[in-house]
Structure formats: structure tokens, C-alpha cells
């Protein structure tokens, strides 16, 4: 596509319950990296795929956060039983490729709120 | 490790005029890049501009230069004759080469408030 697809933009679910986040990269771009930006701060990082290569998991929090790239393209980031803390602003990017020079595209991100 | 600090929680410009948003990095690594976003208050993040380590003159990109000076390890952000729209947080962010694995990391960012 166009840009970088994210779905849904926002979530609102019940403490304790599982959630899936959709990324759906530029068509073409090989590198896919998952964010998180909570209220009024940076952008941590969590997850990062490039093209078949065993993904970079060292920014996952906790074993409650887990991600998969099915096909090289599509992205899913899925939190089990959500605690309030996990709310935030999750960013999906990807780049052409994974070299240095390769700046981001985003996505508009997923807002999370665990009530 | 990776670090990138942005020490400006908050910038205020006068519309037309120039700004300089800092930003210090810390690295091992002789190869990265070194990345400029603006996410205004609708929330998407916009790629400004690059600086790769190995490049000899500042990077530019229109009204956006960046000021490398890698002695000091710094990258700051130069925007020229400031415009309403510019209003937004800027985060400046890191991306090494080698043992960083290519995941980028950002600084806390500064907010520009540019004024009429």
C-alpha cells in the first residue's frame, strides 16, 4: 500500500484480557519494527523483523508481549492479559531495509487503553 | 549502548525566525545514522532529515539542516525562518550499524512551540 496501515486506532479492553494490534508495511519494505510511546513520552522500542531473520525481541517487556510476521509482510502484536501499565500509543514502522541510512516510515499507531 | 539525549524538554521560536533543537548521542559503533522525526499533535511521526556518521557535510532538507559535529558527538536540529506549522515535538533518533542490530532508538524529544 500507499503508507503504513495500522489497525484498529484505538482499543479500549478490560484489564486481563488478550489484544491483537495489525501492521500492514509499505509493500516492498523488507525491515518491520513495533513502539510504544506512552502518554507525553519517547518512542521504546519492542520488536523488530527484517526480511527471514529471527527477530530482534530484546525491547518486549514482558513474556506477555509477543509479535509475528507472517509472509514477510503483515505484522501482529499481541499482549496477553493486559494490565493498565500497557497503556499507550503502539507504532508499527518499516524501511526499505534494515542499513543505517534507512529512516522510517510510521504508521498512526494504535492508542491502547486497559480499563 | 545506544543513548540519545535530548536535554530541551520545551522550545518556544518566534515565527520567521531560526531554532536550534540539541541533541547528544553516545555510541561505540564508527557506523550509524542519525535520524530527525516530527510528530505534531495529531500524532504521526515524519521523517525530516539524515545524517549518516561517515558524511562529511551537514545534511539539509529544505528549511531543516542538521549541525554534525562528531567530535562532540552531537546532531543538532537547525530550522530556518520558522512557520505556525512547525509547532510539534522533534525527536531526534540513533541507528548504529553493527551490534545495535539496526533498531533505532529516540531521545525523550523537545516540544517547539512556535509563536505568532
Known amino acids: 500500500g500507499a503508507g503504513v496501515s495500522q489497525s484498529p486506532s484505538n482499543k479500549v479492553t478490560e484489564k486481563g484480557k488478550d489484544v491483537e494490534l495489525r501492521c500492514d508495511p509499505i509493500?516492498?519494505?523488507?525491515?518491520l519494527y513495533w513502539y510504544r510511546q506512552s502518554l507525553g513520552q519517547g518512542l521504546e522500542f519492542l520488536i523488530y523483523?527484517?526480511?527471514?531473520?529471527?527477530?530482534?525481541k530484546s525491547g518486549l517487556p514482558s513474556d506477555r508481549f509477543s509479535a509475528e510476521r507472517t509472509g514477510g509482510s503483515v505484522s501482529t502484536l499481541t499482549i496477553q492479559r493486559t494490565q493498565q501499565e500497557d497503556s499507550a500509543v503502539y507504532l508499527c514502522a518499516s524501511s526499505l531495509a534494515a542499513g543505517v541510512g534507512y529512516g522510517y516510515t510510521f504508521g498512526s499507531g494504535t492508542r491502547l487503553t486497559v480499563v | 549502548a545506544q543513548k540519545i539525549t535530548q536535554t530541551q524538554p520545551g522550545m518556544f521560536v518566534q515565527e520567521k525566525e531560526a531554532v536550534t533543537l540539541d541533541c547528544t548521542y553516545d555510541t561505540s559503533d564508527p557506523s550509524y545514522g542519525l535520524f530527525w522525526y516530527k510528530q505534531p499533535s495529531s500524532g504521526e511521526m515524519i521523517f525530516l532529515i539524515y545524517?549518516?556518521?561517515?558524511?562529511?557535510q551537514n545534511a539539509t532538507e529544505g528549511r531543516y539542516s542538521l549541525n554534525f559535529q562528531k567530535a562532540r558527538k552531537s546532531a543538532n536540529l537547525v530550522i530556518s525562518a520558522s512557520q505556525l506549522g512547525d509547532s510539534a515535538m522533534y525527536f531526534c533518533?540513533?541507528?548504529?550499524?553493527?551490534?545495535?542490530?539496526?533498531?533505532?532508538?529516540f531521545g525523550a524529544g523537545t516540544r517547539l512551540f512556535v509563536k505568532a
Open positions: 523483523f527484517q526480511g527471514n531473520s529471527a527477530p530482534d
Open positions: 509493500s516492498g519494505h523488507t525491515a
Open positions: 533518533a540513533m541507528r548504529e550499524g553493527g551490534t545495535g542490530g539496526f533498531k533505532t532508538i
Open positions: 545524517q549518516g556518521s561517515y558524511d562529511q
